[in-house]
């Protein structure tokens, strides 16, 4: 089952902070976060496991709140380069079968 | 850059044809997917192998067929085309333990 990301699309101007939220009805082992530019593949930015663990890139930090099946990719002081569509994708805990299920993804526009 | 080529780039064919999309990596990874993009709709994974003759269903494989043969190779192959099937799709590989998927460049698929 698709997890599910909000907002659908933000519009921000540069500096300001934003909030990216991923949750799913399944129990997690994993959550990725992924972004996509215009006309390219997705890129990676970052996994966590379950056990509620933080994990920062330079402006870009996230975390994974097990009890609650949710995690939020935080983007501080956004650069223009943030924009594009960010996508979750999240491993289960049942199977542990390795299939990764992406949401439909968060479209994040940065005005200067 | 992870070692990962989809081919062709581009393709047109008309409904009811037979087509065979293809990945190749050259990081002898074990697991591989296939997913589609959407407007709308995100990333949703067709198939995905993990292993040589081991595959298995993803969320929308009505219409689909996968083949692995090689730790190299993961084709994807549409019977017969539908317009339905006009999509971008993306393989990815991904290593063993907790590492990310790498994806391919795309295939962009249109069936007239």
């Known amino acids: 089952q698709q997890p599910v990301q909000s907002p659908q699309a933000v519009i921000l101007r540069e500096g300001e902070d934003a909030v990216i939220n991923c949750s799913s009805s399944k129990a997690l082992y994993s959550v990725h976060w992924y972004r996509q530019k215009h006309g390219e593949a997705p890129v990676f930015l970052m996994i966590?496991?379950?056990?509620?663990e933080q994990k920062g890139h330079e402006k870009i930090s996230a975390s994974f709140n097990e009890k609650k099946q949710q995690s939020s990719l935080y983007l501080t002081a956004s650069q223009l380069s943030y924009s594009g569509t960010y996508f979750c994708?999240?491993?289960?805990?049942?199977?542990?079968?390795?299939?990764?299920?992406f949401g439909k993804g968060t479209r994040l526009h940065i005005l200067p | 850059d992870a070692g990962i080529t989809q081919s062709p780039r581009h393709k047109v064919t008309e409904t009811g044809t037979p087509v065979t999309l293809r990945c190749h990596q050259t990081e002898n990874h074990r697991y591989m997917y296939w997913y589609r993009q959407d407007p709308g709709h995100g990333l949703r994974l067709i198939h995905y192998s993990y292993g040589v003759k081991d595959t298995d269903k993803g969320e929308v494989s009505d219409g689909y067929s996968v083949s692995r043969s090689k730790t190299e190779d993961f084709l994807l192959t549409l019977e017969s085309a539908t317009s339905s099937q006009t999509s971008v799709y993306f393989c990815?590989?991904?290593?063993?333990?907790?590492?990310?998927?790498?994806f391919g460049n795309g295939t962009r698929l249109t069936v007239t």
């Open positions: 994708g999240t491993e289960t805990d049942m199977n542990r079968d390795d299939k990764i299920i």
């Open positions: 990815a590989i991904r290593g063993t333990g907790t590492s990310p998927l790498h």
């Open positions: 966590l496991l379950k056990g509620g």
